[in-house]
T-cell receptor
Framework: AQSVTQLGSHVSVSEGALVLLRCNYS??????LFWYVQYPNQGLQLLLK??????LVKGINGFEAEFKKSETSFHLTKPSAHMSDAAEYFC?????????FGQGTELSVKP | EAGVAQSPRYKIIEKRQSVAFWCNPI?????LYWYQQILGQGPKLLIQ????????DSQLPKDRFSAERLKGVDSTLKIQPAKLEDSAVYLC?????????????FGEGSRLTVL
């Protein structure tokens, strides 16, 4: 069965620093992978998705993720953190139509 | 374009009481999902509808949870009787199709507190 594992439940960075949120997937076939963001008391919003067209995927708000088959990873990065990036981030895989989420990583941004 | 609408946003009940949540998906979206998100965890799929038929309800606690999607549009999720461990945010999502590359659009969720 396909699944994703997010490494680190909490990540704290300073404003302007690099953001790196880690996600590893488990799948015997090329997966469709997603990153969603959830701001407090809101629903989930799609940041970006990998659908095998390109290994480097650019999303909204300056985020990007790179699909690495050799490492079974799909880590999310942003060169320079902004205070407004503070939120919960979820990696997800979509086998057969349903979306399966990781445990989430809470990102804190310090001024 | 209107997003996924959910109500109520917040509900507080006592254990053994019943509660119902309503979801109106984006117009034209054939697939509808209900997820349960317990504090500190990722959302977990409860049930998936394709039009008004159930595609996957393998993780729905059927002894207390029920869901329906009338006429393939709106959906309701009911819990009866509620338990303390049902305290969570219930998220509704919809997508145009079931294809794996498609995006799910989420509502803001209904937060349930069971006392």
């Amino acid at each position: 069965a396909q699944s994703v594992t997010q490494l680190g439940s909490h990540v704290s960075v300073s404003e302007g620093a690099l953001v790196l949120l880690r996600c590893n997937y488990s799948s015997s076939v090329p997966p469709y992978l997603f990153w969603y963001v959830q701001y407090p008391n809101q629903g989930l919003q799609l940041l970006l998705k990998y659908t095998s067209a390109a290994t480097l995927v650019k999303g909204i708000n300056g985020f990007e993720a790179e699909f690495k088959k050799s490492e079974t990873s799909f880590h999310l990065t942003k060169p320079s953190a902004h205070m407004s990036d503070a939120a919960e981030y979820f990696c997800a895989v979509r086998p057969g139509g349903k979306l399966i989420f990781g445990q989430g990583t809470e990102l804190s941004v310090k001024p | 374009e209107a997003g996924v609408a959910q109500s109520p946003r917040y509900k507080i009940i006592e254990k053994r009481q019943s509660v119902a949540f309503w979801c109106n998906p984006i117009s034209g979206h054939a697939t509808l999902y209900w997820y349960q998100q317990i504090l500190g965890q990722g959302p977990k799929l409860l049930i998936q509808f394709q039009n008004n038929g159930v595609v996957d309800d393998s993780q729905l606690p059927k002894d207390r949870f029920s869901a329906e999607r009338l006429k393939g549009v709106d959906s309701t999720l009911k819990i009866q009787p509620a338990k303390l461990e049902d305290s969570a945010v219930y998220l509704c999502a919809s997508s145009l199709t079931r294809t794996e590359a498609g995006e799910l659009f989420f509502g803001e969720g209904s937060r349930l507190t069971v006392l």
